[in-house]
T-cell receptor
Framework: AQSVAQPEDQVNVAEGNPLTVKCTYS??????LFWYVQYPNRGLQFLLK??????LVKGSYGFEAEFNKSQTSFHLKKPSALVSDSALYFC?????????????FGSGTRLSIRP | DSGVTQTPKHLITATGQRVTLRCSPR?????VYWYQQSLDQGLQFLIQ???????AKGNILERFSAQQFPDLHSELNLSSLELGDSALYFC??????????????FGPGTRLTVT
């Protein structure tokens, strides 16, 4: 069975500093990995995905994520945080060989950027 | 704007009642997914439809049912409502099951309050 863990409920970062939001996953085969962001009272917005190829994936709003197969991780990063990055971030995984495209979401990490 | 629409935005109803939530996927998307988001449970996958057929089931209660119509819009029916059913219900869509587009695009959600 596939699963995803976001070990931190909350991450606090000062504006201008680099940020990392952690994610680890478990699938029986090769994973498809995703990051989504949710702003207050809004639906989830797709940020980036890893399907295959380069382990460093670049996405929207200056975010990137690094796929690490040996550590089964897919941490979200940004070199310089903005106050507007404050939101709820979800990591998600899908088993590449699953017949259904069901995606399993992590519990979410609330990112708070202080000015 | 993701292109996924959901109606209504807000719904307030009493325990024991039945409601229907509606979702229209992005143009061209064949798969529709329903999720429930509550404060203590996070984002829970309920059910997926692909081109009118049920494709995957998650933590969906027997009191809940869904369908996808020939025009690809979907409805989620919630019956015998309980206080604990109060949550945000999201619909998402993607192009297919094992097709080339893997990410899901989320609607703005329906906030259900059961009193």
């Amino acid at each position: 069975a596939q699963s995803v863990a976001q070990p931190e409920d909350q991450v606090n970062v000062a504006e201008g500093n680099p940020l990392t939001v952690k994610c680890t996953y478990s699938v029986s085969g090769n994973p498809y990995l995703f990051w989504y962001v949710q702003y207050p009272n809004r639906g989830l917005q797709f940020l980036l995905k890893y399907i295959t190829g380069d382990n460093l994936v670049k996405g929207s709003y200056g975010f990137e994520a690094e796929f690490n197969k040996s550590q089964t991780s897919f941490h979200l990063k940004k070199p310089s945080a903005l106050v507007s990055d404050s939101a709820l971030y979800f990591c998600a995984v899908r088993d590449k060989y699953s017949s259904a495209s069901k995606i399993i979401f992590g519990s979410g990490t609330r990112l708070s950027i202080r000015p | 704007d993701s292109g996924v629409t959901q109606t209504p935005k807000h719904l307030i109803t009493a325990t024991g009642q039945r409601v229907t939530l509606r979702c229209s996927p992005r143009s061209g998307d064949l798969s529709v997914y329903w999720y429930q988001q509550s404060l203590d449970q996070g984002l829970q996958f309920l059910i997926q439809y692909y081109n009118g057929e049920e494709r995957a089931k998650g933590n969906i209660l027997e009191r809940f049912s869904a369908q996808q119509f020939p025009d690809l819009h979907s409805e989620l029916n919630l019956s015998s409502l309980e206080l604990g059913d109060s949550a945000l219900y999201f619909c998402a869509s993607s192009t297919g099951t094992s097709g080339t587009s893997y990410e899901q695009y989320f609607g703005p959600g329906t906030r259900l309050t059961v009193t």
